[in-house]
């Protein structure tokens, strides 16, 4: 039904900056929410950044606010622009979708997403 892609990974220092794109395509019809979810090595997949897209509403990860920022375009496609990186950033990166909507103070939760990028690597390092 709905399908997301991620790009824009990459290798990078810390305190540096990197600029995720997800491509989506489909019937988003019943989409009211899109983000981002990063899957640390050993670490269960814990959502980094949401935006409602119709309202444009955002919600992010405590350790992220103030230096990522999720954005959505026309077509629904979304972004996130990543800003003084650390090494602890280092994961992969999934961009997904929701079904419908979402309950109050569940946006960052995985469960609540129904159709999955396939991932892009990020990594902090020197």
């Known amino acids: 039904q709905v399908q997301v892609a991620e790009s824009g990974g990459g290798s990078v220092q810390p305190g540096g900056s990197l600029r995720l794109s997800c491509a989506a395509s489909?019937?988003?019809?019943?989409?009211?929410?899109m983000g981002w979810f990063r899957q640390r090595p050993g670490q269960e997949r814990e959502g980094v950044a949401t935006?409602?897209?119709?309202?444009?509403?955002t919600h992010y990860l405590d350790s992220v606010k103030g230096r990522f920022t999720i954005s959505q375009d026309s077509a629904k496609n979304i972004y996130l622009e990543m800003n003084s990186l650390k090494p602890e950033d280092t994961a992969i990166y999934y961009c997904a979708a929701s079904a419908g909507r979402i309950m109050y103070g569940r946006w960052l939760r995985s469960t609540e997403y129904t159709n999955w990028g396939q991932g892009t690597e990020v990594t902090v390092s020197y």
């Open positions: 489909g019937d988003m019809r019943s989409t009211a929410w």
């Open positions: 935006i409602n897209t119709g309202a444009g509403v």
